[in-house]
């Protein structure tokens, strides 16, 4: 049976980008690039026409968020696999794409050899990182480490409240509750993440799920 070639599009605002990703995999045995797109919406409308067996896939596009443009992708063409491709090294990020379909995640610092191996276990259908992120995935962050913030009922309504942008004052109404009370547990909240301020708290409750 006659293999047919991995067919690849590429995703990525920066047109120098692209050619050169393009020139480096041309040559490549058994790879076809198939498209070369600068927004989300181009790759959508080609992979509604076309079958696609790899996206790599900037994450950071003019038109849309490169979770949202996985998830699309996925929805659109289950057997398609996105590789991102990205400068962006945060592990809450990295694990945000494998969670919205993702089949790896490559920093852009790759060398040529590595992303051609990275596609084929792609295609094979193995979960793929080049070796900078397999170290950011191999280090615990801080929060596994220290494990979710364990917080009271009272906390968690509050918590929630103020993620919803409730001033003192409102949440102190809902909750039957005097504002010095309120005001207490929310210093008592940014101690326990650790955090400077309240936006740096709803970030922290976000990264851990407890809102």
Do not use: W
């Amino acid at each position: 049976m006659l293999k047919t070639n991995t067919t690849i599009a590429i995703v990525d605002d920066h047109p120098i980008v692209l050619e050169g990703l393009q020139r480096l995999l041309q040559n490549a045995e058994g790879m076809e690039i198939s498209g070369c797109f600068t927004t989300g919406a181009e790759l959508i409308d080609f992979i509604r026409g076309q079958k696609v067996d790899i996206v790599l896939l900037d994450i950071s596009l003019p038109d849309i968020g490169g979770i949202e443009l996985c998830r699309e992708i996925k929805q659109l063409s289950p057997t398609t696999h996105v590789l991102a491709l990205s400068n962006h090294s945060e592990r809450s990020l990295i694990l945000q794409m494998l969670q919205n379909g993702a089949t790896g995640y490559l920093l852009k610092n790759i060398a040529v050899g590595e992303l051609i191996t990275c596609i084929e276990e792609a295609r094979a259908g193995l979960v793929t990182f080049s070796k900078a992120v397999k170290e950011i995935m191999a280090r615990p962050s801080v929060s596994d480490l220290k494990g979710a913030t364990q917080l009271t009922k009272r906390e968690k309504e509050i918590l929630h409240l103020i993620a919803e942008g409730k001033t003192t004052t409102q949440i102190a109404q809902e909750l039957n509750l005097s504002p010095l009370t309120v005001e207490t547990h929310r210093k008592n909240l940014i101690q326990k993440f650790q955090v400077p301020n309240v936006a740096a708290l709803i970030k922290a409750a976000l990264q851990q799920g407890v809102i």
